[in-house]
């Protein structure tokens, strides 16, 4: 769903990037009142691991389609809406920035489509209520289908309003959102099967990840920490290189109505779109998670472990920024 900077006018480029950033303020503000120290770690080897589960994109039977994880919703119920919230802004960071995979103007938009919901919606409204207090593997498998499934239903809408609003008009508004909607419904589910998975992996390994003030698992937490941190390698690493080769769902769209994957930027903007392309040029140094100029299946490999690494040291960084000035407040208060 990472929107190219073609498909929006910069006045709604720039609403957007308000609505992320102060979601982000506000987030960091929360997360620096916690005092968890698992927390940190926790985010560094998840967020890793849905840099590099993005990198597979599965197909949609039937359509030509594909689709690929978010991960707000996961990151949220390991972490907390808002620490999950910031731990996808690095995630969708570091994809624009370093491997061009969304644009740079579009950055905050695709922020709130694809981390907003998950953290704040599909988290706090949908998967929060429904598994309770009596948390059990059903209730996190239903929880989090439908967590998913209706976050990305928000996400796709707002892709197609905020076309809408840029003045998109090579696509008609009724008939993207009649694509748009539907095959994100079939990647949501899916998203929403994997999500279960794996909570109900820690769930077993290490309840009081998923339930505050349940007992220790049997596993230790450093192991839990070594086994997904194996699972990143092998999935950027390994899996990254049996990625569908059909367009996203996006794309797809995209494609059913002008019959391209991608759309040449107006005219009325064109200018602000090509700067923001010389930024991302200089600044992504694997274009489309492959060495530049190059279709050795290594650079997908050597992107998918160095980008979740670098992703895995952003959010630990940050964690750890967050936790210091938080020490020096107390100290001055």
């Avoid at 290490?206 to 999935?235: C, D, T």
């Avoid at 779109?273 to 694997?286: G, M």
Wanted: aromatic residues 8%.
């Amino acid at each position: 769903m990472h929107m190219a900077d073609a498909l929006i006018a910069p006045a709604v480029a720039a609403t957007m990037y308000a609505a992320s950033g102060v979601t982000t303020a506000y987030s960091i503000k929360k997360v620096r009142l916690e005092n968890d120290p698992k927390k940190i770690p926790t985010m560094g080897i998840m967020s890793a691991f849905v840099f590099a589960a993005q990198m597979i994109n599965f197909t949609i039977p039937g359509t030509g389609s594909s689709g690929h994880l978010c991960g707000g919703l996961l990151l949220s119920i390991l972490l907390g809406p808002y620490a999950g919230f910031l731990s996808m802004v690095s995630v969708l960071l570091i994809q624009c920035l370093l491997f061009a995979d969304g644009g740079l103007l579009a950055l905050g938009a695709n922020i709130w489509n694809m981390a907003f919901y998950g953290c704040f919606v599909g988290y706090l409204l949908i998967y929060r209520p429904l598994t309770g207090k009596t948390i059990n593997k059903k209730s996190i498998m239903i929880a989090s289908v439908l967590g998913s499934v209706i976050s990305l239903q928000l996400g796709a809408f707002s892709v197609t309003l905020e076309t809408l609003f840029s003045g998109i008009t090579a696509l008609s508004f009724g008939q993207f959102l009649a694509l748009m909607q539907p095959i994100h419904l079939a990647i949501g589910t899916v998203e929403g099967l994997i999500t279960g998975a794996v909570v109900i992996f820690l769930y077993n390994t290490r309840p009081e990840l998923i339930q505050k003030g349940a007992p220790e698992g049997s596993y230790s937490f450093k192991k839990v920490m070594v086994i997904m941190g194996i699972a990143v390698l092998l999935i950027g690493g390994g899996l990254s290189l049996a990625a569908s080769q059909h367009p996203d769902g996006l794309e797809w769209s995209i494609e059913k109505i002008t019959g391209n994957t991608e759309l040449a930027a107006k005219d009325t903007y064109s200018d602000a779109v090509q700067s923001a392309e010389k930024i991302q040029e200089k600044t992504a140094i694997l274009p489309d998670y492959s060495f530049p100029d190059s279709n050795s299946p290594v650079g997908t490999s050597f992107s998918g472990i160095i980008g979740a690494g670098i992703v895995a040291v952003l959010t630990i960084g940050c964690g750890v920024l967050f936790k210091m000035f938080r020490r020096k407040d107390s100290t001055a208060e």
